[in-house]
Nanobody, 124 residues
Framework: QVHLVESGGGLVQAGGSLRLSCAVSGGTFSSYILGWFRQAPGKVREFVSAIYWTSGSTYYAESVKGRFTISRDNAKNTAYLQMNSLKPEDTATYYC?????????????????WGQGTQVTVSS
């Protein structure tokens, strides 16, 4: 069984930065996609970013492109989401998730394993 644990959320002013971490345990992760999703009050859960673990190929939602950077550390089995130039509309609970290779990375139902979420609040 795969376990994912997010950390790094918090309160930050608009224009500031946060780095989220997603620690993965319980299995070999090299064949998986690691995705970040977020959900704000009154909003649907939306795709943020994804990384293909083996190749390192990355994908971003248009709303965060140029501001967020996804990366991974194979030795630590940990993924990161560096969030810069944060906006109040980035406020949400952020989740990391793992999907089998071959699934659509931008669809939440592609992901079989989810973390507990970490809260990000951006004040104006």
């Amino acid at each position: 069984q795969v376990h994912l644990v997010e950390s790094g959320g918090g309160l930050v002013q608009a224009g500031g930065s946060l780095r989220l971490s997603c620690a993965v345990s319980g299995g070999t992760f090299s064949s998986y996609i690691l995705g970040w999703f977020r959900q704000a009050p009154g909003k649907v859960r939306e795709f943020v970013s994804a990384i293909y673990w083996t190749s390192g190929s990355t994908y971003y939602a248009e709303s965060v492109k140029g501001r967020f950077t996804i990366s991974r550390d194979n030795a630590k089995n940990t993924a990161y989401l560096q969030m810069n130039s944060l906006k109040p509309e980035d406020t949400a609970t952020y989740y990391c998730a793992a999907a089998r290779l071959g699934r659509l990375h931008y669809k939440d139902n592609s992901y079989g394993y989810w973390g507990q979420g970490t809260q990000v609040t951006v004040s104006s």
